[in-house]
């Protein structure tokens, strides 16, 4: 069993910066984060293979957001920049029961779920 919490969350005016922190407990594979804005489905935003040596972004936040992970600490990182009213949401960090071969894109494909951290950017 894995458990997952997320930080770092918060409230940013557009155009500022925020890093989200998750915390595993447990061995982890390749993590990813989501998000869901309130009436719309959770999103995939970015993954990181277990090595670091893959990683993925949805088309909307590349360029401005950064996947990262720190082994020794069991943590993955999201540094979030020129953050837009839009990327406003709840965000979960997410990791799967096993080993895949790259990074998974789709929710179905995580088995362990954080409580989620509400970003929120003011325009």
């Known amino acids: ?7 770092g969350g918060g409230l940013v005016q557009a155009g500022g910066s925020l890093r989200l922190s998750c915390a595993a407990s447990g ?25 670091s040596a893959i ?5 909307s936040v590349k360029g401005r957001f950064t996947i990262s992970r720190d ?9 979030m920049n020129s953050l837009k009213p839009e990327d406003t949401a709840i965000y979960y960090c997410a990791a799967p ?4 071969i790259g990074v998974p894109t789709t929710a179905r494909n995580y088995d362990y779920w954080g409580q989620g951290t509400q970003v929120t950017v003011s325009s």
């Open 1 to 7: 069993q894995v458990q997952l919490v997320e930080s």
């Open 27 to 51: 061995r982890t594979f390749n993590m990813g984060w989501f998000r869901q804005a309130p009436g719309k489905e959770r999103e995939f935003v970015a993954g990181i293979a277990w090595n």
């Open 55 to 59: 990683t993925d972004y949805t088309e």
């Open 71 to 79: 082994n020794a600490k069991n943590t993955v990182y999201l540094q």
């Open 97 to 100: 029961r096993a080993y895949t």
